[in-house]
């Protein structure tokens, strides 16, 4: 009788052990295509961040832009950088949304994200976020 109540915590060990690893695993393929960095990388040149696609995730891919000031008009000029901001809570991007950096801030690259673009072809691109300089 004891060998059947071990043998049978044994299976229930088990399945719950292989229940938390299957949840582990499923919470990590969230983010399967973006690795970060343990410490914030280099600042990435530019002076605004403009979005062009938000995911269905809330992240949005965006350009970096550098301003340029004609006649006393300041203008944003791609720097053909493409990065992608992550959201965070109570922070939702739109299309077209134009984010000035502040002059004693940069976009700094916290990772790399991975993406198909509309020919299959695999892009890597930075991932950013606004960091004292």
Same mark, same amino acid.
């Given at each position: 009788m004891k060998k059947i109540w071990i043998f049978s915590g044994g299976i229930v060990i088990g399945m719950v052990l292989m229940f938390v690893i299957l949840l582990i695993i499923g919470k990590c393929s969230?983010?399967?295509? @973006?690795?970060? !960095?343990?410490? *914030?990388?280099?600042?990435?040149?530019?002076?605004?961040?403009?979005? !062009? +696609?938000?995911?269905?995730?809330?992240?949005? /891919?965006?350009? @970096? +832009?550098?301003?340029?000031?004609?006649?006393?008009?300041?203008?944003?000029?791609? #720097?053909?950088? #493409?990065? /992608? /901001? *992550? &959201?965070?809570?109570?922070?939702? !991007?739109?299309?077209?949304? /134009?984010?000035?950096?502040?002059?004693?801030? &940069?976009a700094k690259q916290i990772g790399v994200y991975n993406y198909p673009n509309k020919d299959g072809h695999i892009l890597t691109v930075p991932i950013v976020d606004l960091h004292k300089k």
């Open positions: 969230t983010n399967n295509n @973006m690795t970060y !960095f343990d410490k *914030p990388g280099k600042c990435i040149e530019g002076d605004a961040i403009e979005v !062009f +696609q938000v995911l269905p995730n809330g992240d949005a /891919l965006a350009w @970096m +832009q550098k301003a340029e000031t004609i006649g006393g008009e300041t203008t944003y000029i791609d #720097t053909n950088v #493409t990065v /992608l /901001l *992550p &959201c965070s809570e109570g922070r939702a !991007f739109y299309d077209n949304e /134009l984010i000035k950096i502040p002059k004693d801030m &940069c």
